[in-house]
């Protein structure tokens, strides 16, 4: 129960400070020791190593503890969905999220908006991640797909994602999935043009990175003919920039459209 949290949440509290406390003294030992010995350099790495794999290994300890705790309020359990008696029969219920669950969402709220959003695309479709707290369930999430327009929405927290799409797309055809702690959304193209962006007037890739996310998804290529005017210039772009590398005006480590187009017709 609350007062359960509450008291655990002292003992970490108290834990902190007693550690706070432990490291200042170290601190103040280490200064009023000096510089430590040349042969002694030695040793400080390898001291230095083994506090480093003890933090990692805390920090695993730690997600771990949280994961867990996250699985239980999912099945109902302690830490936030209610108590049950040894019948199954609930004995208390508590509607407020649990401290695991506050802290993860803490952790997910401060991560930049660029870190949580990621897509990619085929000819005929773009897939759009959107991470979100884990733990997170189906039913806690609103994602609705117009032709024009992305909005994913967390009921706790209100809109993650909201804006115009790049193109137009399928809606009646979307569709989406949450897979671990992102949500996967399938956007089928309105038509074969390359995507640039997810999101009209927000970040875009490079061309190469387009051309080489085209040709890792395996799709037959589109005809040249059929291509819009932009994709056709990138083309064209990429052809220049292949014919300086043979040249010697551009260093082929800066660039690697010779292996995305080809020489003559057999590249269109």
């Known amino acids: 129960g609350r007062p359960a949290r509450e008291a655990a949440a002292e003992r970490r509290a108290a834990e902190s400070?007693?550690?706070?406390?432990?490291?200042?003294a170290l601190a103040a030992e280490v200064e009023a020791a000096g510089p430590a010995p040349a042969e002694e350099d030695e040793y400080d790495e390898a001291f230095e190593e083994d506090y480093l794999a003890e933090q990692v290994a805390r920090r695993e300890a730690e997600r771990a503890r949280r994961d867990e705790a996250l699985r239980k309020e999912a099945?109902?359990?302690k830490g936030g969905g209610g108590g049950f008696d040894e019948d199954g029969l609930r004995t208390k219920f508590d509607s407020a999220p649990s401290e695991v669950v506050r802290e993860v969402r803490r952790e997910w709220v401060n991560?930049?908006?660029?870190?949580r959003i990621r897509w990619e695309?085929?000819?005929?479709?773009?897939?759009a991640y959107v991470r979100v707290p884990r733990g997170t369930r189906p039913?806690?999430?609103a994602v609705t797909v117009t032709p024009t327009r992305l909005t994913v929405k967390l009921?706790?927290?209100?809109?993650?994602?909201?804006?115009?799409l790049y193109r137009r797309c399928k809606s009646g055809e979307s569709y989406w999935?949450?897979?671990?702690?992102?949500?996967?959304?399938?956007?089928?193209?309105?038509?074969?043009?390359?995507w640039k962006g997810l999101f009209e007037g927000g970040e875009e890739k490079g061309y190469l990175e387009i051309m080489r996310e085209m040709i890792a998804a395996g799709d037959d290529p589109?005809?040249?003919e059929q291509l819009d005017p932009a994709t056709r210039d990138m083309i064209e772009d990429m052809r220049e920039q292949k014919q300086m590398i043979e040249q010697g005006l551009m260093d082929e480590d800066d660039d690697e459209c010779q292996y995305v187009i080809g020489d003559g017709d057999g590249g269109k």
């Open 17 to 24: 400070r007693a550690r706070a406390r432990a490291e200042a």
């Open 75 to 77: 099945r109902g359990g």
């Open 111 to 115: 991560t930049p908006l660029r870190e």
């Open 121 to 127: 695309q085929s000819s005929w479709e773009v897939t």
């Open 139 to 141: 039913n806690e999430l």
């Open 155 to 164: 009921h706790w927290h209100g809109r993650v994602v909201d804006g115009p």
């Open 177 to 194: 999935a949450l897979e671990g702690d992102e949500v996967q959304v399938v956007l089928p193209k309105d038509d074969s043009y390359f």
């Open 222 to 224: 589109v005809p040249y």
